[in-house]
């Protein structure tokens, strides 16, 4: 393990912390806010860490040929709905931080579609989806996720190995652009992660 990424790294919390507690690695967080990336370069100063970069980036746009043994991702996962029926002191979240779709679900999808094109070949995604957990089996039944359990806190966390992301693209890929009202980007030709071949993907 040498490259990690934090994706919607936000006050960039995960990134510090990942840095922190291993040195040798190189780790990137990214978000789409600068207001959150003023934060986390900040959060980065104060604590000391060297070995963090932080980039401004819609999901993984800005990462053309970029590669990650490890990416991990906390990101927007609450449904429309329940973004319209929080309390008033969460007018104070930025609303891209919150809202992802009818179902919890619009970002995720397209992490899920892209992530392969960023990992290395035996490269693991660890993504937060929280309550949107059985939205997400529901819709992709196939895809095999491992479901972390913890003993207090947050459920909904799971793990996604690349070559299983790689082997379930199509579907993804279909899933994300009906929810951009496009076309499934299944024909684009990415680098291949290194050590590895392009493993049919896309």
Known sequence: ??????????????????AHYNPDWHVDGVDLSPEAL????ENERR??????????SDLFSSLQGEHYDLIVSNPPYVT???????????????????RAGNDGLDLVLRILRDAPLHLSEDGLLVCEVGEAERALSALLPELPLMWVEFKVGQMGVFVAERHDLVTHNRRIAALAAERQGGVAAGAAAPAPAPASGPDGLF
Request: charged share 25%; aromatic share 6%.
């Open 1 to 18: 393990m040498r490259r990690a990424l934090d994706l919607c790294t936000g006050s960039g919390c995960i990134a510090i912390a990942m």
């Open 47 to 56: 604590l000391g860490v060297r070995n963090v970069r932080f980039l401004e």
């Open 80 to 98: 429309n709905a329940e973004t319209d029926a929080l309390p008033r002191e969460y007018s104070y979240e930025p609303e891209m931080g919150l």
């Open 38 to 41: 003023s934060l986390a370069k």
